[in-house]
């Protein structure tokens, strides 16, 4: 199964790639099949098994993910824009967008409400906006530990009081309505303006997501002895005063000192679990005392964790100096 979840991630890569060049004729089924070295049928069954979609219907939804954001964000005319993605009409274009979206595509651009984007197959995807740091020190197990100012921004998200965990937290969430995780990150995937959204504007599936966790009285106990709220949500700018989903939430975090545990690329399959271990062990052994920071325990205070096994796994932790 996990060869198989490889050979998905290629489509989907794939895929992105032929509609960002236009390449449609790369975009077929034959082709990407042929890549991969199966048949259309097998890989046309695998990829609805995992993704819990038909090719066709993810095609379909990828496309109007980019063109949804080139409505936003662009002054091009809806016909450009339609037949840039692969409708042959602007009446074409519009009925799937309003069919996907519950807004039409002249609406949408007069306001741009989020919108549930129904093609997250990696919700995972996280990462940190590259500020830079100081005192950076690497341990002998290759987990880099350093300190940073992150400025004041706002944080949206949902939060679980009882989650202990990932997977436990989307568990939990499912059985919220509109709280699930293909809902949220969907919704969050159409939030314009996310600090750490890699490559920008573009249509990137789960890209400036991230996993928190918020001093918060009514949390679980954590095993320092806090309160801690787990949250999934989007980092934004101090100033954003955009859309917020009913169910989502919006919080101002001031500028701050952070602590940072990061360990570089690593193979998914074979490392996750040694890196982890290794970055906890950095974290436990962590000389607070000689670095003169303190870990910062005060309510409100958040703590960031960022993993993608292609760029990093990324433990942000508060801080504030001694005494």
Known sequence: MIEWYK????????????????DDEALTLTHLAGKLGYSEFYVSRKFRE???????????????????????????????????????????????FKEAYGISPSEYRQKPVPVVLRTILRPFD????????TGMHESAEGVKTYFVTIPAHKFLHIRNY?????WDFWQKQSLIPGQDCETICGLLDSIKGKLDDEGGNEANSGSGQVMAYI??????ICSWGIPLAE?????LPADYDGPVPEQMMLMDVPEGEYIVFEHGPFDFETENVA?????????????????????????????????????????VRPVRKNG
């Open 50 to 96: 995992i993704s819990g979609m038909q090719f066709r219907d993810y095609l379909r939804y990828r496309r109007l993910a980019f063109a949804l954001k080139k409505v936003r964000d662009t002054d091009e005319g809806l016909l450009d824009i339609a037949m840039q993605y692969g409708f042959s009409s602007h009446e074409a274009f519009t009925h799937a």
């Open 215 to 220: 001093n918060e009285p009514e949390g679980r």
């Open 275 to 315: 890196v982890e271990q290794r970055i906890e062990k950095a974290m436990k052994e962590f000389d607070y005392v000689s670095s003169g920071y303190e870990l910062d325990l005060s309510q409100g205070r958040v703590f960031y964790f960022y993993h993608d096994c292609t760029r990093f796994f990324k433990y």
């Open 126 to 133: 996280c990462y940190l906006l590259g500020i830079g740091g």
């Open 231 to 235: 949250s999934y949500g989007v980092r």
């Open 162 to 166: 009882e989650s202990i965990g990932y």
């Open 7 to 22: 050979n998905i991630q290629l489509i989907v890569d794939e895929v992105d790639k032929s509609i960002k060049n236009q």
